[in-house]
């Protein structure tokens, strides 16, 4: 790829209360799926990077953890101090949020903004849920009124309306620079991270209690072999009693998460996978830092 003169290249965090919409919006420009989405809370554990190339630019977009306003837990605390990293390194932030509901955690991360030395355009998600239509204008206006951002921009992630103006004004904010990463890059993250994602994304769209915040997935083997993949993977539970609800009746859950997670990964890797499960139990994993940073969260510093 012949690269412009006047090449643009930099970072835009994307910032909001958790499941405001932030991964969905990541996945939607794109047009890929770089970071697992579900309807719960702390989805997105981790800062990943999400990378799109062409002739004129490198938008390198931070996919980060929601901010949490009880960060009572290690694992919270860590989530938290990865976000906010994600907005001193910022080139850009784009501030999610959602256009039918203004919520407390909204202000949380408002006042978090108001130290920021980055430009921050506001992004009002979910515009295909407000009727009518003369509603969005009400909920531009209050939206200018709570900050001076830079711009506000209407989309729908989910629906990819406005997204192309969205990708057309943020080279504006990037600093001249030759691009960071290899044009065939697309995230950060290894194949085994994105193998684990999956496995806890069934797990949290299969388990309707509070327990998909008391599990994690670390995979132990990831293989080629002369048939495609073999995958062997943990999941890591707090308490015994857990470990029964992930396996399930005569290990019911267990094997349809297993199946709907080995057609994913089989799709995104173009082979067959042999993916084994088991369910092993770490006492109180989220709460402890060297337990976290162990089972692959990182240290934000």
Known sequence: ???????????????????????????AVMGRKVSIVTSKPQTTRHRILAVLTDAQQQIIFV???????????????????????????????????????????DDDVLNRLKSCNAPVVALLNKVDKVHPKEKLLDAIALMSARHDFTEIVPVSALKN????????????????????????????????????????????????????????????RMDKEERGFGINAVIWVERDSQKGIVVGKQGGVLKKVGRAARLEIADQLGARVHLELWVKVKSNWADNEKDLL??????PG
């Open 1 to 27: 790829m012949k690269i412009s003169d006047d090449y643009r290249c930099g970072l835009v965090a994307v910032i909001g209360r958790p499941n405001v919409g932030k991964s969905t919006l990541i996945n």
């Open 63 to 105: 996919d980060t953890p929601g901010l949490h306003r009880n960060a009572g837990k290690a694992m919270n605390r860590l989530m938290n101090r990865t976000a906010a990293n994600a907005l001193a390194d910022a080139d850009l932030v784009l501030f999610v949020s959602d256009a039918t509901r203004w919520m407390s955690e």
């Open 161 to 220: 309306d406005n997204l192309e103006h969205l990708l057309a004004m943020i080279p504006a904010f990037l600093p001249e620079s030759p691009p960071l990463f290899p044009e065939d890059m697309h995230t950060d993250r290894s194949k085994e991270f994105h193998v684990a994602e999956i496995i806890r994304e069934k797990l949290t769209l299969m388990l309707h209690q509070e327990l998909p915040y008391g599990l994690t997935v670390q995979v132990e």
């Open 294 to 299: 162990s089972l692959g969260f990182e240290s």
